[in-house]
């Protein structure tokens, strides 16, 4: 079987972990390909609910293999706790690999991701604070740490003190606050070093050689399409690519061995920090979805902003990644409206705009023209069948489909694992 990538089609905590549920066994490899620890899915195990933030999803999963590619940024201190906190529970993580060449995040990224939010006042982007930002920037510039880097100290060292050279001018000179010294970068890296390194392999030789060998490959993408810094809402966006292209290069696989991408949305928007979201709503439908949807943040537990679907958005996330298929997930959130309001286009500065605009300006000026569909008042959480829904709500998935520019294979209709109603394999 192929490699298949899942990935967020709107401002990401469209709830992933749903498809991922889906292909459940079908899986033998789950992999982490971007981003870090301002990731967030809830897992249950047994009766206690519990949040991972940097482990992909398939470490629960027996028989799976997950792995942590080289498109991720890695903060160690948060992968053991992760890890140990899932030991005590009894989950085995040890068939976990990790890239030798992801990079980490340090204290001195934490500590600048925190600054210079804090230094942007009004124009702050409403990061998680984790030190993602300023990882990824270390990367691009050539002065970042690598996890192969932690295993020979004189080169850690050399490559700390480059890092650090310009950023203590920063700390010191314009933010105030104490330099960090070379030494405590290096003990706390090389004190993870022994344990690190059974897990640190060349994973994208070992992902192309499952696939050689007919397994099937799951790539989860964190955050989602309109967080990516090159497709997203940029400056308000996340790092890395978490479009369905960075799967190719955030793990050394070639696109071509991509047969399935499914994106991920959610029957209405979300979206945390800052930035444009047309469909927001600042009344008591947007407190309504919060509340019915429980949209609170897995990682921060700040407020989710809530709005109506918008289908432009679906249309340019088809598009940008190549969706064969979407996941919807939180239907039953929308039962017992009278009526649903669907974003259909965009009013920008009187003229009617069916795509998402190019422009920052003009999509910051976008004003969305909805169309009103009929609710339904059943609970639909037991349907398992399209025709288990009530007429009306087929219709809004119907419409919704013909909007989205990629058919909807799956339904959503509850938090449980088997709450969903299937409509077309998404291995087939
Ligand atoms: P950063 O990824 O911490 O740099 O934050 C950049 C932007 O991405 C902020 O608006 C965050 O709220 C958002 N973000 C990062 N990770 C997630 C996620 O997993 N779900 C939703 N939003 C996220």
């Known amino acids: 079987m192929p490699a298949i990538v899942i990935i967020g089609a709107q401002w990401g905590d469209e709830g992933k972990g749903k498809a991922t549920d889906l292909l459940g066994s079908r899986i033998d490899y789950v992999v982490k390909f971007n981003g870090g620890n301002n990731a967030g899915h809830t897992v249950v195990i047994g009766d206690e609910k519990y949040a991972l933030h940097l482990l992909p999803s398939g470490i629960l999963t027996d028989g799976v293999i997950p792995v942590i590619a080289n498109g991720v940024v890695i903060d160690i201190e948060v992968l053991f706790e992760e890890l140990d906190a899932l030991i005590a529970r009894g989950v085995d993580v040890s068939k976990l690999v990790v890239s030798a060449n992801a990079h980490v995040i340090t204290q001195y990224h934490r500590t600048l991701d925190k600054v210079t939010e804090r230094f942007l ?5 409403g990061t998680t604070g984790r030190g993602i930002g300023p990882s990824y920037a270390d990367k691009i510039n050539r002065v970042g740490i690598r996890i192969q ?3 020979d100290e004189n080169i850690l060292r050399q490559k700390v003190e480059g890092a650090l050279h310009s950023k203590n001018q920063l700390l010191v000179k314009l933010y105030n ?23 640190v392999t060349d994973t994208g030789l070992l992902l192309n050689q499952a696939l050689d060998a007919g397994k099937t490959v799951l790539f989860e993408g964190g955050q989602a399409t309109m967080l990516d810094v090159d497709h997203g809402t ?3 966006v996340t790092s890395s690519n978490s479009t369905s292209g960075g799967a190719s290069t955030g793990s050394g696989i070639g696109p071509n061995r991509i047969e399935r991408v499914i994106g991920i949305v959610k029957a209405y928007t979300t979206r945390v920090g800052a930035g444009p979201f047309p469909t927001e709503l600042d009344d008591e439908w947007g407190e309504y979805l919060r509340a019915q949807g429980h949209e609170y943040g897995t990682t921060t537990g700040r407020p989710r902003r809530t709005g109506w679907y918008d289908a432009p958005i679906a249309r340019y996330s088809a598009r940008i990644n190549g969706v064969t298929d979407f996941v919807m997930t939180k239907l039953d959130v929308l039962s ?5 309001p669907v974003c259909v286009a965009y009013d920008v500065d009187g003229v009617r705009v069916e795509e998402v605009p190019v422009s920052q300006s003009d999509f910051h000026h976008a004003i969305p023209i909805y169309e009103d569909f009929p609710g339904w008042s059943e609970d639909i ?4 069948t399209f025709e288990d829904l009530p007429k009306n709500a087929q219709e809004y998935v119907l419409a919704i489909e013909a909007m989205s520019g990629a058919r909807i294979s799956a339904i959503g209709v509850g938090p449980g694992r088997d709450e969903i ?3 077309h394999d998404l291995l087939g």
């Open 121 to 125: 006042g009004k124009r702050q982007i």
């Open 149 to 151: 880097d932690i295993f």
């Open 177 to 199: 606050r104490r330099a960090i010294t070379v030494d405590e970068i290096v003990d706390d890296l090389t004190s993870y070093a022994e344990r690190l390194r059974p897990m």
């Open 234 to 236: 940029y400056p308000f």
């Open 336 to 340: 017992g409206l009278e009526k649903i």
């Open 381 to 384: 959480t037991g349907a398992r």
């Open 421 to 423: 109603v299937v409509r």
